[in-house]
């Protein structure tokens, strides 16, 4: 199982095609670049805990992508290739990954990156004490041995075919100074292009050029992440000149800002995929009648429209939708208004006798919105469906870490990478199951893939997930979203801003005309 298979295995299951975005109007993208300036962002969400082993959140990870850097990452094809490592090998028996590491890496505190600092990292991870979110990546790490200062050698107690793709996500990947886990929920200190300097909750998060990056000083002075979850707004400030760039333009407008020469677009299908969350520890959510009468009453091509005026794409399977193990034969259940009302009735739920708190987070509008459209289908079923509107802040600890909710909905950015969809979602430990899921059948299939190295056999297993998922209707999974954004034609390098997750946003490459 030499490195070329496992370059192999992890890009191989996303197929042939791999996330294109589309631009209009890039107007300087031929012009030399400058150096100068801070950009102002108008960011969609809000940034939570700033420690990158504690967070969840794809809006804090966006923004920390600029702070830190991962040992690995892939590249547009979803190739793993090194970052702060300069290469790495596998053992024929998968058992030993070897990572040689730059030796050019200097963190925003002077300290030059060595093997104890990779150690430092993936032991923080793995620790259960650490509270990380991607803890579960280290399962089967047995020993980080560092036999130099710039080679680090990790032995496996089992063969973990995802392992390096893990890896190449921040959350696991992520190499910190040595020592420096109190700091990172409130001073973020890693080697990225750009140095945290300050954050204001609800408000901004600064950053400042880092001039030792090992791949050269960014062109910004800086970049400000605003904070601004209300679309209109984060539109008029575009307009007004108050931002150079906003992320997620508002569904509604997204045509007329593409036919507008005062700005550029870049968009990409997929952003992340959308589900409506059950919660499977609440009483009436134990029955999968009620489960599947439930996914019975939602009109999704309907939702879509209303909620994100078509800009995504209806699926049943939350795999990439060009990957190996993208679960075709899976179809949006149609809306069946009667059938659902029968099931309900079986189930011993009389008309008018179900009530479900519906928990929307205000940092995803299109949720609150979708909620609100739920609630008269719900109706015509004999379900009393309310709403409550939590700051993302509060969704985070009553629904993501309490699991005190009936029922919610939630977005996953998490696409190209299969392990980390699955397991960290539906494995009964997994880090991001706040619904309660404990299927002991997923649990095994889930497992049994880490240690299948064969594309097409490992896709087949997670295709088998999905027909669980789907079958038991563990989550009501509605939709792809696009991504999108907008600038200014003042800013250059836009095309260089999207990470190939999809979902990172990187400031390195861009810079702002004179």
């Known amino acids: 199982m030499k490195r070329r298979n496992f370059l192999i295995s992890t890009a191989g299951l996303l197929g042939s095609t791999a996330m294109l975005p589309v631009f209009t109007n890039l107007a300087i993208a031929q012009e030399t670049p400058v150096s100068g300036g801070t950009l102002i962002w108008g960011h969609s969400e809000t940034v939570q805990n700033l420690d990158m082993h504690q967070t969840g959140t794809a809006s804090t990870s966006r923004v920390l992508q600029n702070v830190h850097c991962s040992i690995v990452t892939v590249d547009k094809n979803l190739n793993v290739i090194p970052v702060l490592a300069e290469s790495f090998e596998v053992a024929e028996d998968g058992l030993t990954y070897t990572f040689k590491l730059r030796s050019d890496v200097v963190f925003h505190n002077g300290q030059k990156m060595t093997s104890a600092d990779v150690k430092y990292s993936f032991d923080r991870c793995k620790d259960p004490a650490t509270g990380a979110v991607n803890f579960e990546v280290f399962n089967s790490v047995a020993a980080i041995e560092t036999p130099d200062d710039l080679t680090v050698v990790i032995k496996m107690s089992a063969v973990n075919a995802p392992f390096l793709a893990r890896l190449a996500e921040n959350g696991a990947g992520v190499i910190m100074p040595a020592g420096s886990g109190d700091q990172q929920g409130t001073t973020p200190i890693g080697a990225g292009p750009f140095k945290f300097v300050s954050y204001e909750a609800g408000n901004a998060v600064v950053l400042a050029r880092f001039d030792e990056y090992f791949e050269?000083?960014?062109?910004?002075?800086?970049?400000?992440?605003?904070?601004?979850?209300?679309?209109?707004?984060?539109?008029?400030?575009?307009?007004?000149?108050?931002?150079?760039?906003?992320?997620?333009?508002?569904?509604?407008?997204?045509?007329?800002?593409?036919?507008?020469?005062?700005?550029?677009?870049?968009?990409?299908?997929?952003?992340?995929?959308?589900?409506?969350?059950?919660?499977?520890?609440?009483?009436?959510?134990?029955?999968?009648?009620?489960?599947?009468?439930?996914?019975?009453?939602?009109?999704?091509?309907?939702?879509?429209?209303?909620?994100?005026?078509?800009?995504?794409?209806?699926?049943?399977?939350?795999?990439?939708?060009?990957?190996?193990?993208?679960?075709?034969?899976?179809?949006?259940?149609?809306?069946?208004?009667?059938?659902?009302?029968?099931?309900?009735?079986?189930?011993?739920?009389?008309?008018g006798t179900l009530n479900?708190?519906?928990?929307?987070?205000?940092?995803?509008?299109?949720?609150?919105?979708?909620?609100?459209?739920?609630?008269?289908?719900?109706?015509?079923?004999?379900?009393?469906?309310?709403?409550?509107?939590?700051?993302?802040?509060?969704?985070?600890?009553?629904?993501?870490?309490?699991?005190?909710?009936?029922?919610?909905?939630?977005?996953?950015?998490?696409?190209?990478?299969?392990?980390?969809?699955?397991?960290?979602?539906?494995?009964?430990?997994?880090?991001?199951?706040?619904?309660?899921?404990?299927?002991?059948?997923?649990?095994?299939?889930?497992?049994?893939?880490?240690?299948?190295?064969?594309?097409?056999?490992?896709?087949?297993?997670?295709?088998?997930?999905q027909q669980r998922v789907y079958d038991e209707v563990l989550d009501v999974v509605i939709w792809f979203r696009n991504g999108s954004i907008a600038a200014q034609t003042g800013v250059g390098g836009l095309d260089t801003v999207v990470h190939p997750n999809g979902n990172a946003l990187n400031f390195h490459k861009v810079w702002l005309k004179a």
């Open 356 to 465: 479900i708190v519906f928990k929307a987070t205000t940092n995803y509008p299109y949720h609150v919105e979708a909620a609100q459209i739920l609630v008269e289908w719900f109706r015509e079923a004999g379900v009393n469906l309310t709403i409550e509107q939590l700051t993302w802040a509060d969704w985070l600890s009553q629904v993501w870490v309490n699991k005190d909710f009936e029922m919610s909905m939630m977005n996953f950015f998490g696409l190209w990478e299969s392990d980390f969809l699955y397991y960290s979602l539906y494995h009964s430990t997994g880090g991001f199951n706040y619904r309660h899921i404990n299927d002991p059948t997923i649990d095994d299939l889930v497992t049994k893939a880490r240690s299948v190295v064969d594309d097409a056999a490992r896709a087949d297993i997670y295709k088998q997930v």
């Open 216 to 351: 050269g000083p960014a062109y910004l002075e800086g970049v400000v992440a605003r904070e601004i979850t209300e679309p209109t707004v984060r539109l008029t400030g575009l307009r007004t000149g108050e931002f150079h760039m906003i992320n997620d333009i508002p569904p509604d407008r997204m045509d007329e800002i593409k036919g507008d020469s005062q700005f550029q677009t870049v968009s990409w299908f997929p952003l992340n995929f959308d589900f409506i969350n059950l919660n499977n520890d609440f009483e009436p959510f134990k029955d999968q009648r009620v489960r599947m009468a439930f996914d019975l009453i939602i009109d999704k091509e309907t939702l879509l429209q209303g909620a994100l005026w078509g800009q995504g794409a209806l699926t049943a399977s939350p795999s990439y939708p060009t990957s190996l193990a993208y679960n075709s034969e899976l179809k949006p259940r149609a809306q069946d208004i009667e059938k659902a009302k029968a099931l309900l009735a079986e189930a011993g739920h009389a008309p």
